[in-house]
């Protein structure tokens, strides 16, 4: 349903983003996940028909968005960071306003807007000015005149920054009962924001695709490349040395007294004997081995910290 290739933006001489490549299938719900600047909106603004890239090509349900971009706007609903909604129209009013933008024929334009309103639970405040709502129902107005033309891709840029706690898991909830009947592509700079959304996750930083699979996978991926804490009586340099020097070591910080960190090359075998055998030989004195599992949170902080090092 989005097809990315080679996508590219260079603002003057800055590179934005550069060479994504990204599939995403009718009726998934995708996290597009990065720190602020990596490059989440100029991407949805490409996606969405707002600005052209550089280089590379982007396809939404077959229309290439460069050269058929009436056909993606058909296609796509667009939430963009700062909500475009007119603070002092009444919400059934804005959104009739926003499904004739989008050429929502005359004949079906009541029943769109009815319809938009009940998937976004807008029923009740459906006569009241917009500016009077909470954020939490500007934002559900928001959604609401992206999905109004019941596009098949919906692009959510940022949905729940600036609401409150509440209001983050009700908009949440609306977005996961949106996937299925639309495929949609939703960005974030939190973490919890996209696993508590999404089925899969694109991560961005500085501009490049550093990882995209499931939640489950990616957290397995980076498992595998283990880290092992050992306790030892004596943490020797010579004894460190060693263990650095084992063929499958990535790294042996020295964790606290006596307490090692081990990180192992990611797709290594089992090489937990032969850790705790060098350790043995250097006479080291181990005192306790175990695995350390990182959390999603730390993947996610080493994918997008990672660059900053090389
Ligand atoms: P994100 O949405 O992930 O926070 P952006 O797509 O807004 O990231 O920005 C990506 C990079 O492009 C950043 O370094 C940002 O400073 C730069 N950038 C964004 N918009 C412009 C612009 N209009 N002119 C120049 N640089 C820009």
Known sequence: MIDVSGLTKLYGSRTAIEDLNFNIKSGEIVGFLGPNGAGKST???IL?????????????????VFDQPIDVKRNVGYLPETPPVYLEMVVEDYLDFAARLHDVEKAKLK??????????????VRKRIIGNLSKGYRQRVGIAQALVHDPKVLILD???VGLDPVQIIEIRELIKGLAGQHTVILSSHILPEVTATCQRIIVINKGKI???????NLTNRINRGVLFTMEVKDATSSGISALKSLSGI???QIEGPGKLLIELNPEQGELRDIIIEAAVREKMGVLSFGSEKLSLEEVFLQLTTQENHS
Request: aromatic share 6%; net charge negative; glycine share 8%.
């Open 111 to 124: 029943a769109a807007v009815s319809s938009a309103i009940e998937r976004t639970g807008l029923s009740q």
């Open 210 to 216: 550093v990882a995209q699979d499931t939640i489950e």
């Open 250 to 252: 990535k790294t042996v």
């Open 158 to 160: 940022e949905p729940t």
């Open 48 to 64: 969405t028909g707002f600005m052209p890239a550089s280089f590379g090509s982007a396809k939404i349900a077959g229309f290439d």
């Open 43 to 45: 991407t949805m603004k």
